[in-house]
């Protein structure tokens, strides 16, 4: 079979994001495939090349993977003219100045979100890859997940009638560290590192709610650290600076009002991680990771409220369950290959650097909000 090579500095694959999803998941897991195929028959074949800070650890990885291409010499690969792409998964401070680097050696460039760690700074990587006329990409993975595409499927078919309103939880208890091991890095809970769950799920929020309902126009956010003091990877104490709890509400372009929980100090009583439950005047949904439910107009119940008795219905039994008429797969390997087809057959893509930066602007206007106490327009971003 004939193939395109596409080579991929990857940077960050020592990281969770990194290693597991872009890397195991989506990456290798293509080539297990034998590329990604395309319909004249041909393929386009990822190539790594891993890119990091540990010359031992990104070894070690690359042994475990039979891979060949390994280098601690970022400077180095981003001049190699042989190198196509580079990706970005590294702690977020750290990315826009890799990002820089790789737009002014002429590369493709794709990253984690959030694009850079301030509005100013994504708007600037969006003009330099304009200018540049390189091909880029955020990841914005979780429109990609098996639920909320079944939760769009009941949008664009018109399920809703009109949408009324949005809630989402997320979260569930990070540990703190000290007499069990956090599941999250601890750069997460300082500020001074770019860490904060406003910066970490806003960018999210801002595109599941811009791609299923439509733009955010205005934010209202409460932000709190609910637990000031964890441990770090080796067991030191540390002061937990940043938020790790946002509570927003957003207004959105048509009325709907979206309100969305975001902890990482809450404990989970949810089908779920995430949870949206999207009510509107013909019919209600609930959309998970994977899952989705529905009640429609016709076959909501009439419940009446009386506390003297106790619940005669099981509420979560009267909701159908959307099929998933299709096999999805993983949510980051599917937005690489769209994005590898961006590259090679300039197919459209609309998850650019721009897009990126609509996230950082939201994650910066709901700290702003919280800090000032108000609620603050979502103002239409232009290059
Ligand atoms: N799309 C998603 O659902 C999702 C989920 C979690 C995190 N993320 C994003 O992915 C990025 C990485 O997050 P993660 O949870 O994988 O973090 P992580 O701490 O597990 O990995 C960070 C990576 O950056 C590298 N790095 C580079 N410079 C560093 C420095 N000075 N200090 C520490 N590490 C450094 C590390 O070696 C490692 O490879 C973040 O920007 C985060 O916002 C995205």
């Not at 290959?337 to 709901?366: C, I, K, M, N, T």
Request: hydrophobic share 40%; with cysteine; proline share 5%.
């Amino acid at each position: 079979m004939t193939r395109t090579t596409v080579r991929i500095a990857m940077n960050g694959v020592t990281g969770r994001m990194g290693y597991r999803q872009h890397l195991l998941r989506s990456v290798l897991a293509l080539r297990e495939q034998g590329g990604l195929e395309l319909d004249d028959g041909t393929a386009i074949w990822p190539e790594p090349v891993l890119v990091g800070r540990r010359e031992h650890a990104l070894r070690a990885i690359a042994e475990r993977h039979g891979l060949e291409h390994w280098t601690t010499d970022l400077d180095g690969v981003l001049a190699d003219p042989a190198t196509d792409v580079y990706f970005d998964a590294q702690l977020t401070s750290a990315r826009e100045a890799a990002v820089r680097k790789a737009i002014a050696a002429g590369k493709h460039v794709y990253c984690e979100k959030p694009a850079a760690g301030d509005l100013g700074g994504a708007l600037e990587l969006a003009r330099l890859a304009r200018d540049a006329g390189v091909k880029h990409g955020v990841v914005q993975d979780k429109i990609f997940l098996p639920g909320l595409r079944k939760l769009k499927r009941l949008v664009d078919g018109g399920f809703f009638g009109e949408i009324l309103s949005v809630r989402g939880e997320f979260g569930y208890w990070v540990f703190e560290g000290d007499w069990q091991p956090a599941q999250r890095p601890s750069w997460n809970y300082r500020a001074q590192d770019g860490g904060g769950i406003v910066m970490d799920m806003f960018p999210h929020w801002e595109y599941v709610l811009h791609e299923l309902f439509g733009p955010v126009r205005s934010v209202q956010a409460e932000v709190v650290t609910h637990v000031p003091r964890r441990w770090d990877e080796r067991g030191k104490p540390y002061e937990a600076t940043a938020d790790d709890a946002a509570y927003g509400i957003f207004r959105l372009d048509g009325g709907a009002v979206a309100q969305i929980n975001s902890s990482w100090a809450v404990r989970v009583h949810r089908d779920e991680l995430v949870e949206f439950q999207v009510d509107g005047t013909e019919g209600s949904a609930v959309a998970g990771l994977r899952g989705c439910r529905a009640q429609h107009r016709s076959a909501t119940p009439k419940p009446v409220w009386n506390p003297d008795l106790p619940a005669t219905e099981s509420f979560r039994e009267q909701w159908q369950e959307v099929p998933d008429n299709e096999e999805f797969d993983n949510g980051f390997k599917a937005q690489w290959e769209l994005f590898l087809r961006h590259v090679v057959l300039d197919e459209p893509w609309s998850w650019d650097l721009l897009a990126g930066a609509r996230g950082v602007q939201l994650a910066e206007l709901g700290l702003r909000s919280a800090a000032e106490g108000r609620r603050l327009d979502v103002p239409e971003l232009s290059l």
